[in-house]
């Protein structure tokens, strides 16, 4: 049974950065890309961040480019978002999710959500 489990969300100022975390169990971690997605209220989940089994290719949304780094340690079965300079509409709650596939990522595999709040 794959489980993911975010931690690390809150309550933050603009400007201000955070860090989540994202720990997986009952998956082969290493071989699969993971990610981050969000979901603001009123609007649809979209994707921010993906990082490759290797953790050497990763993908942004534009709007957190140069701001957001996604992270992973293979060792600890872990997946990281770094998030730097937040804005308002940063705010959302975001989602780890873990692909079955190594090809094409299918993001089958998700976890419960971490707020994130970003006050002006």
């Known amino acids: 049974q794959v489980q993911l489990v975010e931690s690390g969300g809150g309550l933050v100022q603009a400007g201000d950065s955070l860090s989540l975390s994202c720990v997986a169990s009952?998956?082969?971690?290493?071989?699969?890309?993971m990610a981050w997605f969000r979901q603001a209220p009123g609007k649809d989940r979209e994707f921010v961040a993906s990082?490759?089994?290797?953790?050497?290719?990763?993908q942004f949304i534009d709007s957190v480019k140069g701001r957001f780094t996604i992270s992973r340690d293979n060792v600890k079965n872990t997946v990281y978002l770094q998030m730097n300079s937040l804005k308002p509409e940063d705010t959302a709650i975001y989602y780890c999710?873990?692909?079955?596939?190594?090809?094409?990522?299918?993001?089958?595999?998700w976890g419960q959500g971490t707020q994130v709040t970003v006050s002006s």
């Open positions: 990082i490759s089994g290797s953790g050497y290719a990763t």
């Open positions: 009952g998956y082969a971690f290493s071989m699969y890309p």
């Open positions: 999710t873990g692909s079955s596939s190594r090809v094409a990522p299918n993001w089958n595999y």
